[in-house]
């Protein structure tokens, strides 16, 4: 794994605010001001926006708040690791998951290869972001794995609200969305075999700052700052309560199935009783979304009458 430290040591002392000049920065690293400025390209490649004024030298064009390592392991009883750069929290657990205790949880500031459903990339600048995935260990195998993407954005818009934020809902099956627009992602993936417990890595990707010129991202979408009307976010803290939040809603998972779910699911739908199509494929179904079932099924109310569905995915364009 590629050595960070200097790129990690110059975001430390940047994120303490104000003007930091090369020739400061070189000093209290060790190294030459041409090689603080390489690195501070190197930074700015993660997509972090820095700029520099002759005179004054560095400073970061937004705040950032750092992850903590010690500050989230003091709020948790699970163990947490905090690798700064990483190219996928998922992979890095599906990669080590025999060897793990459950509710083991990776937290990254920056993913170089973050990934959502279907393969397709996730845009993860440093710093702007939340990017954290779980291992847990499901006795019970695959089978009773389904509809768990479901429980977990319940989980996580349940912490939310238990930190003041309103206005969040959930999209079938996987997405948070805030006035219409995506918040945050999931990815459950699993592995393991008929008959034997399931290894699970339960992966979120939560825009909290991003910058509204980030490329890469191909659909509406908002940041947590928008919810909290631009007030600053203890990233610390909202870690930590998804990680427990999420420990507590997987544990119920375990004991009650989704029965102890649909309803609260359905109060965050955010299509509910709303006309959506669902794509599955080349095929679309119009209809009314009402919720989900017990089988964690999408519900739409269709010219033939209620309909149930597993797969595809929901739209509002065109309908609404």
């Known amino acids: 794994m590629k050595d960070h430290t200097v790129k990690l040591s110059i975001l430390k002392v940047l994120s303490a605010g104000g003007f930091h000049s090369g020739e400061g920065l070189g000093e209290a690293l060790g190294i030459s001001r041409a090689a603080i400025s390489k690195h501070i390209k190197g930074i700015q490649e993660w997509g972090v926006d820095i700029y520099r004024v002759q005179g004054k030298g560095y400073q970061l064009a937004q705040p950032m708040q750092l992850l903590d390592a010690t500050v989230i392991q003091s709020r948790v009883t699970l163990p947490v690791e905090l690798i700064p750069i990483i190219d996928s929290t998922n992979q890095y657990l599906l990669d080590r998951a025999d060897s793990l205790e459950s509710g083991t949880v990776c937290i990254a500031e920056y993913q170089a290869k973050g990934r959502g459903r279907r393969g397709r990339e996730w845009v993860s600048p440093f710093g702007s972001n939340l990017y954290l995935s779980m291992y847990w260990r499901l006795d019970a195998g695959m089978a009773a794995a389904m509809g ?56 979120m990707g939560m825009n909290l700052k991003m910058a509204e010129n980030t490329v890469g991202i191909t659909q509406p979408w908002s940041s947590l700052t928008e919810a909290v009307c631009g007030e600053a976010l203890d990233r610390n803290e909202l870690a930590s309560m998804l990680v427990n939040t999420l420990h507590t809603a997987l544990t119920d998972y375990e004991l009650q199935g989704m029965s102890g779910f649909v309803e609260r699911w359905n109060r965050l739908d955010n299509f509910i009783g709303r006309k ?3 794509i599955m494929g080349q095929r679309e179904i119009t209809g009314v979304a009402r919720g989900i079932n017990e089988q964690g099924a999408v519900l739409l109310e269709t010219e033939h009458g209620l309909e149930s569905y597993i797969g595809g995915e929901i739209s509002l364009r065109g309908n609404d």
């Open 276 to 278: 959506v199509k669902l």
């Open 148 to 203: 768990l993407s479901l429980v977990v954005g319940v989980a996580i818009v349940e912490a939310l609200e238990k930190l003041g934020v309103d206005g969040v809902k959930l999209k079938w099956p996987n997405d948070l969305y805030y006035q219409d627009r995506k918040l945050a992602g999931i990815l459950v993936e699993m592995s393991g075999q008929a008959g034997a417990a399931a290894n699970l890595v339960i992966g």
